[in-house]
């Protein structure tokens, strides 16, 4: 008989920061799981990240830092292509065309668009409305079937399929149109401090959210200080945003359910719960954070690293540019 194809799995990650528990949980942990069942490309969007200004020197050392952190977070070059966006010219390119198949009113509804130009009022530029175009180019090059990501993404997914859609309508069979992959458990994790706001990078206090990397007393104590309610009670209800938001963290990194962790904290008070998910959350990034130090120590396979995903990936993304350019009808 013969064998099914692997689905193609495509996905990224912007270099603003350091990743946060919220990034780690929703998206980059599962990443490394769909390995070895599909063929992975993973990349840095470092295009999507200068929507927000960037100090050149510290974004070059915090693309650098990202790259060593997802192969920290168990990304293998063998079997994955890991790479940086603007390495690939592709994207670019195609994020040009799929912005002429676009619309206007589209990107107006974007709730990510509308929530950054209202955080950076005095840089709303182009880039920061046409972003969805861009991420549409970025997993429509690589024909992908599935999109792992967070649920904050959900609607620029969208958008991605209705331009693939639109493009197959007028041109025949060029995209495959992908299906997001959202994680039943964890898919948006909340601030520590605000728990009714997502767990974000680029927040400026830092006891909202868990860097991968912080050390594990910072992480207990981080989550001894996270903002929960006046009653007693570990379970999972509407209106108990910060227990809500601390059971969710609890079950994605044990596996236990909501009712077992209910169960075991019963008659126990919220202290008790915060120490056992800091200490769960610090044991799961240990290891983490130790490999992330052996690869930014050896910047030679970094390098080389990245090097070759960018190759591979521009192999791959040269395919369908071929495809598109000739649909559009650009002379070859
Ligand atoms: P920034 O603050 O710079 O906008 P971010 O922390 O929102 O960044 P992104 O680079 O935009 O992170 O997102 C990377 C991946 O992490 C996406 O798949 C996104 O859906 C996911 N993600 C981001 N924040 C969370 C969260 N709080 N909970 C779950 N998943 C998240
Ligand atoms: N916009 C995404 C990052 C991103 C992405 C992608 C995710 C850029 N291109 C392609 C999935 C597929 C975000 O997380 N903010």
Redesign the pocket.
Known sequence: MEQQKKKVIL????P??I??L??Y????KNWATMQDEFHCAYML?DL??IT?RQDPKAFREQTLSCCALLLACGLDPEKSVVFIQSQVPAHAELSWILSCYTQFGELSRMT?FKD?SARHADNVNAGLFTYPSLMAADILLYQADLV??????KQHLELTRDIANRFNGIYGNVFKVPDGYIPKV??????LADPTK??????DNPNACISILDKPEVIVKKFKRAVTDSDMEVCYREGKDGINNLMTIYSAVTGLTLDQITADFAGRGYGDFKTAVGEAVAEELRPIREAYDRFMSDRASLEACYHQGAERAARLAERTMQKVKKKVGFIL
Do not use: C, E, L, Y
Not at 25 to 28: D, K, Q
Not at 186 to 191: H, L
């Open positions: 996905s990224g990650i912007q603003t920061g990743f946060t919220g990034n949980i929703g998206a980059v969007a999507h990240a927000v990510q950054k792992p990501v967070g649920a904050d993404q964890g898919a948006r994790i909340m601030s997502k767990m974000s990078k680029s927040d």
